[in-house]
């Protein structure tokens, strides 16, 4: 079976969006691939984190994923730092790659000028990240365009030292996924739903208050012709609602259309609101009996010797070949 393979930044924050948007895509592919699913906590202290957050942050995060419905029977999931071997692949890579191949990739480039005084892991992230990849012999990397020049570069590298002290790793792939349905701010709904969206009435997050997520959805921005109709570019207010509520439902546009025609918004809104805060509850009601139970614990304890084992037989390889050790 191919292998793919996610990383996940410990944000601890899911919202709505990803849920509709990027979630399910990885319901599906768990289903075709020999899925791993990680959390690249590593990758997050390139910029200061605060040290209680960030921990909780990560298996708050895992089980958020569980909670809308990551199958652990299915996925391979752990936690970057766990596994020692990981670092100690990327340094062997960062020793055969080079330096103008990291100045000119395009994150670190906008980073670095927001950030004065960056450190050096945020120069050589990629190359951890490339790590990553070819260190369990992904073979596909779900991205989408802005991350591609990441797999890109795991690419440049595996083939260098393939040609450099023969084949070691499987050169993998960017699975550049048909785009789910996007899910707009609800206050500017010619945006897409962000975290970091200045304006938090116009994001929900799946841990939310479900009284606060039922307000936003009945203060969402629409229109004031009062015609429940699909029409992203004069009607996006209310097409973003209908999206929601399709998605969520299983229902069509045209069957949306059709039921509520002659409805006002406000029905409309309230209908929506019950459909989100009751896909909201389950995923809420799961989080509480995962996120603190010897459950995870013993998801992330069989994904960490899992994939130990597995760095550290590339590593010894990747030792032998570039001369290392007795």
Not at 152 to 164: C, G, M
Not at 261 to 289: C, H, M, P, W
Request: hydrophobic content about 35%; overall charge negative; glycine content about 6%.
């Amino acid at each position: 079976m191919k292998r793919v393979l996610t990383g996940l930044q410990p944000t601890g924050v899911i919202t709505l969006g990803n849920y509709i948007g990027a979630i399910r895509q990885m319901k599906v592919y768990q289903n075709e691939y020999d899925s791993f699913l990680f959390v690249a906590d590593l990758h997050s202290i390139t910029i200061p984190q605060e040290p209680d957050e960030l921990r909780e942050n990560i298996k708050s995060l895992i089980a958020i994923y569980i909670a809308c419905g990551i199958d652990p029977d299915k996925n391979t999931i752990y936690i970057q730092s766990e596994n020692p071997y990981i670092p100690a692949v990327s340094w062997l890579l960062e020793c055969n790659t080079y330096y103008g191949e990291l100045s000119r990739m395009t994150q670190f480039k906008d980073k670095s000028l927001k950030h004065t005084n960056f450190t050096s892991g945020l120069l050589t992230y990629p190359v951890l990240m490339a790590a990553d990849i070819i260190g369990v012999d992904t073979d596909y990397v779900p991205v989408g365009i802005d991350q591609k020049q990441h797999v890109e570069l795991a690419r440049d590298i595996a083939e260098r030292f393939n040609k450099k002290y023969g084949d070691t790793f499987v050169m993998p792939e960017p699975l550049i996924a048909k785009e789910g349905t996007k899910i707009m701010d609800l206050q500017n709904p010619t945006v897409k739903m962000s975290k970091s969206a200045e304006n938090k009435k116009g994001v929900i997050c799946v841990l939310e208050d479900l009284n606060l997520v039922r307000k936003k959805i009945m203060s969402a921005t629409t229109d004031s012709d009062m015609l429940i109709k699909f029409d992203p570019e004069n009607k996006p207010g209310i097409s973003n609602l209908i999206n929601i509520y399709i998605s969520l439902t299983g229902e069509t546009v045209e069957e949306v259309e059709k039921k509520f025609d002659g409805a006002n918004y406000g029905t409309f809104k309230k209908e929506v609101a019950d459909v989100v805060v009751n896909e909201l509850s389950g995923i809420q009601e799961r989080y509480k009996t995962i996120v603190g139970s010897d459950y995870i614990e013993d998801i992330l304890n069989k994904g960490r010797d899992r994939t130990t084992e597995l760095f550290k037989q590339k590593y010894e390889v990747m030792k032998q070949k570039i001369g290392l050790g007795r």
